[in-house]
């Protein structure tokens, strides 16, 4: 397979990634091995791995940050982005130039020509996130799966620590239908005599007894390590000692200390390589950002933006709308991809909206507002007069903000697409 195409920019680099490979989707390590040795990408430093179904863009944040915070030169690799592909790989908390993005990729694409074969547009992002980071010296590598785990690219790469923040039901297609099956493909970054920290409480029998198959050093939420908390603070047991008095992640959501604590779980696995003190940890946590995760607006009405797109997280969603406040009045603006659950997505959110505003979604996965709207309707989650469609995000937000007074609220939720379109004309 030789290369036809002279990409030069980043956006003929991404649009020549987009067709590369004959599917979106096509889980199988054989190739991204295969480019990856030919590459010679074999990281020096130390690993970490975070899969799971919801939490894991938080908690490669605030382990970016508290690393970051004492002192370490870290890479972190996460996906989707919002607004811009650079927003997937940053190197000491600072999103790569469109120049190091290019030259990473023809660094990769000089291997696959080499191998003649092809890759997906996340297998090839990954190799080259790989790529910058080597070139980079980076003292650690923060790494989030994509789908699933154990046929994931970036489980090419062996963990010194993985983690599961959780399992629930999304990408039933491709993981399976059952919490079981999923946790399963999950655990699949999880390896032989190296740490595995997992925040999901509620693990699956065969999970577990899968994970004492693989035989990792596995440490358990509520077991081997903790949390107690208050409005004001929170403390953590880990699992080298007690962090006492911290302060509430700067993410919002009750949720976060659960991801916070897995971040303090994993650190203390890694302690000789990357100690961390008290204070790094402090700081880290005040420090660390990440848009789209129930991410509150300055100004009124207040605006609410989440990438919430299965009912684990709209569960979440939900509860965090409850304990936000009091409003007169509060507007959805939702867009989805049809291979979500819609019908479970819409029944979580359901008490707490008054008016859905719909939109569609151009992207080969999406749902049209047409096609919500009549789902939401059938199942008897929202009537006539209260639910409005609109040819994209954009349209329903200004719609919004239109109609709401300073007491009402909006949120925008149900993918990254719908929460980056909003981002976008913000």
């Not at 903000?401 to 993918?415: H, K, L, P, Q, Y």
Request: hydrophobic share 45%; charged share 20%.
């Amino acid at each position: 397979m030789e290369n036809t195409v002279n990409p030069i920019s980043l956006d003929d680099w991404l649009r020549y990634l987009e067709c590369l490979h004959p599917k979106a989707i096509d889980m199988a390590l054989t190739r991204v091995r295969e480019i990856s040795e030919a590459a010679g990408l074999i990281p020096t430093f130390p690993l970490i791995i975070v899969g799971g179904t919801n939490g894991k863009g938080s908690t490669c944040a605030m382990l970016e940050s508290i690393l970051s915070c004492a002192g370490y030169r870290t890479g972190c690799y996460t996906s989707p982005h919002l607004l811009r592909y650079n927003e997937r790989v940053r190197i000491e908390r600072e999103e790569v130039t469109d120049e190091a993005l290019c030259k990473a990729f023809a660094a990769i694409e000089s291997a696959r020509v080499l191998c003649g074969t092809s890759l997906t547009y996340f297998e090839f992002g990954t190799l080259a996130a790989m790529q910058l980071f080597i070139e980079a010296s980076v003292d650690v590598a923060i790494l989030e799966v994509g789908l699933g785990g154990r046929l994931d690219a970036v489980n090419v790469f062996d963990a010194d620590c993985a983690i599961l923040t959780s399992i629930d039901l999304d990408h039933m297609d491709y993981l399976g239908e059952t919490r079981e099956a999923i946790g399963l493909e999950k655990i699949g970054i999880f390896r032989k005599d190296q740490f595995a920290v997992c925040g999901e409480r509620d693990l699956p029998e065969r999970v577990r007894e899968q994970i004492e198959i693989i035989g990792a050093k596995f440490f358990h939420i509520g077991i081997h390590f903790d949390y107690t908390a208050d409005r004001l603070q929170w403390s953590c047991k880990g699992l080298k000692g007690q962090y006492y008095s911290l302060p509430h992640p700067a993410l919002r959501g009750a949720y976060q200390l659960n991801n916070a604590s897995i971040c303090l779980a994993a650190l203390d696995t890694l302690r000789e390589r990357l100690p961390v003190t008290s204070n790094d940890v402090r700081r880290g946590l005040l420090e660390v950002s990440l848009p789209g995760r129930f991410q509150v607006l300055a100004g009124r009405p207040v605006t609410i933006l989440d990438v919430a797109h299965n009912p684990a997280a709209a569960h979440v969603l939900a509860d965090n709308l409850g304990a936000l406040g009091v409003h007169q009045y509060t507007y959805a603006v939702i867009g989805m991809l049809k291979d979500k659950d819609i019908v479970a997505v819409g029944q979580a959110m359901s008490e707490h909206i008054d008016e859905w505003l719909v939109a569609s979604t151009h992207t080969g996965r999406g749902a049209s507002a047409a096609e919500i709207v009549q789902t939401f309707i059938h199942s008897g989650i929202a009537k006539e007069g209260t639910i409005h469609s609109f040819p994209d995000a954009v349209a329903a937000y200004r719609y919004a903000r239109e109609r709401a007074s300073e007491n009402d609220r909006i949120c925008v939720f149900g993918s990254f697409y719908t929460v980056g379109a909003v981002l976008a004309v913000l």
